[in-house]
């Protein structure tokens, strides 16, 4: 698999509210934001996430909207799993849009990397598209059967 850069993108919570561990169970998490992304997409982000708190790591579940420069639109979801002690993030990416410009990005599986502020509550992250860079023969999965 090739990953080709997509965009970098700062996320900043502009409210952030959580609910501890109660009798051993998962913590969570409720914020909502702002975002901008710079790259093959360039953009402000609109977003909330209701990510669990559990074992020291959060486990992102966003869903989104942005804005692109030139016009349009791009929804989002985000998926992932952030250290809150170390603050290292990972997320995953996908798209949905009806623009023609940026129908591409419908069929995008995007990862991201970067750097976590839990306290300021503020994300730096870069984010690639996977691109399939590898196809096996299937004769040798086909004679298994």
């Given at each position: 698999m090739r990953l080709d850069?997509?965009?970098?993108?700062?996320?900043?919570?502009?409210?952030?509210?959580?609910?501890?561990?109660?009798?051993?169970?998962?913590?969570?998490?409720?914020g909502q934001g702002?975002?901008?992304l710079s790259g093959r997409v360039n953009g402000t982000a609109r977003?909330?996430?209701?990510?669990?708190?559990?074992?020291?790591?959060?486990?992102?579940?966003?869903?989104?909207?942005v804005d692109v420069a030139d016009g349009g639109f791009v929804l989002f979801s985000l998926t992932g799993?952030?250290?809150?002690?170390?603050?290292?993030?990972?997320?995953?990416?996908?798209?949905?849009?009806?623009?023609e410009r940026y129908q591409w990005l419908n069929t995008v599986i995007a990862v991201g990397e970067g750097s976590v502020d839990r306290a300021d509550g503020v994300l730096a992250?870069?984010?690639?598209?996977?691109?399939?860079?590898?196809?096996?023969?299937?004769?040798?999965a086909r004679a298994m059967t």
């Amino acid at each position: 698999m090739r990953l080709d850069h997509l965009f970098d993108a700062t996320w900043h919570y502009d409210l952030l509210q959580e609910v501890g561990s109660t009798d051993g169970g998962d913590g969570q998490v409720y914020g909502q934001g702002t975002g901008i992304l710079s790259g093959r997409v360039n953009g402000t982000a609109r977003w909330s996430n209701y990510p669990r708190l559990r074992g020291g790591y959060a486990f992102p579940e966003a869903r989104g909207t942005v804005d692109v420069a030139d016009g349009g639109f791009v929804l989002f979801s985000l998926t992932g799993m952030s250290s809150v002690t170390d603050g290292r993030g990972v997320h995953v990416m996908l798209f949905r849009t009806d623009d023609e410009r940026y129908q591409w990005l419908n069929t995008v599986i995007a990862v991201g990397e970067g750097s976590v502020d839990r306290a300021d509550g503020v994300l730096a992250m870069r984010y690639y598209a996977c691109v399939v860079d590898h196809l096996p023969s299937l004769d040798a999965a086909r004679a298994m059967t």
